[in-house]
């Protein structure tokens, strides 16, 4: 178990620009989670793929956040034309199937908008 | 919506003292129950689950918790603690069938040597 690899640990960029975080699950998970940290508050949930398929999106997930697991392995999230309240530790997890199974965490990205 | 709440932000023990950490969950149908540990520096890790059969569970590192229905309740236990415990504690909650975890705000522990 070689756990959920997230790059880059920490991303420091200005309001404006985009930035692009990615994720490389347990590799025999099929499904794969993006939450989103703030101080003091717990994970709150974004969106989450089964295989290659995006199958629920959160409404904190606005128009500038898209994300993407093409071939059902890594995942990548994209936030465009970022704001100071972008701010936040993107954490990403995976799990077999089952809503009983544990989701396993990675390091998680820092991101700091200027 | 469901949500989960976790009674204190902050905990401060002396070593060997006994924890209980609150942990109540908002949603009427089945549910499955999680606690998860940080150690500073650290990933979210499980300490342990629950989703069905006995309610008292029990986790890694001496930790249990109880599953009490009728409180929505799942508070997680440990008798005697350590200084290495000290970490965050976040209790999270999905429905039965359901995939999004939902979190509490977490519980910082601090144990004292």
């Known amino acids: 178990d070689t756990g959920v690899s997230q790059d880059p640990r920490h991303k420091i960029t200005k309001r404006g620009q985009n930035v692009t975080f990615r994720c490389d699950p347990i590799?025999?998970?099929?499904?794969l989670y993006w939450y989103r940290q703030t101080l003091g508050q717990g994970p709150e949930f974004l969106t989450y793929f089964q295989n290659e398929a995006q199958l629920e999106k959160s409404r904190l997930l606005s128009d500038r956040f898209s994300a993407e697991r093409p071939k059902g392995s890594f995942s990548t999230l994209e936030i465009q034309r970022t704001e100071q309240g972008d701010s936040a530790m993107y954490l990403c997890?995976?799990?077999?199937?089952?809503?009983?199974?544990?989701?396993?965490f990675g390091d998680g990205t820092r991101l700091s908008i200027l | 919506a469901q949500s989960v709440s976790q009674h204190n932000h902050h905990v401060i023990l002396s070593e060997a003292a006994s924890l209980e950490l609150g942990c109540n969950y908002s949603y009427g149908g089945t549910v499955n129950l999680f606690w998860y540990v940080q150690y500073p520096g650290q990933h979210l890790q499980l300490l342990l689950k629950y989703f069905s059969g006995d309610p008292l569970v029990k986790g890694i590192k001496g930790f249990e918790a109880e599953f009490i229905k009728s409180k929505f309740s799942f508070n997680l236990r440990k008798p005697s603690v350590q200084w290495s415990d000290t970490a965050e504690y976040f209790c999270a909650v999905n429905m039965e069938y359901g995939n999004k975890l939902v979190f509490g705000a977490g519980t910082i522990l601090r144990v004292k040597s």
């Open positions: 997890a995976s799990s077999s199937q089952g809503s009983n199974q544990p989701q396993h």
């Open positions: 590799s025999e998970h099929n499904r």
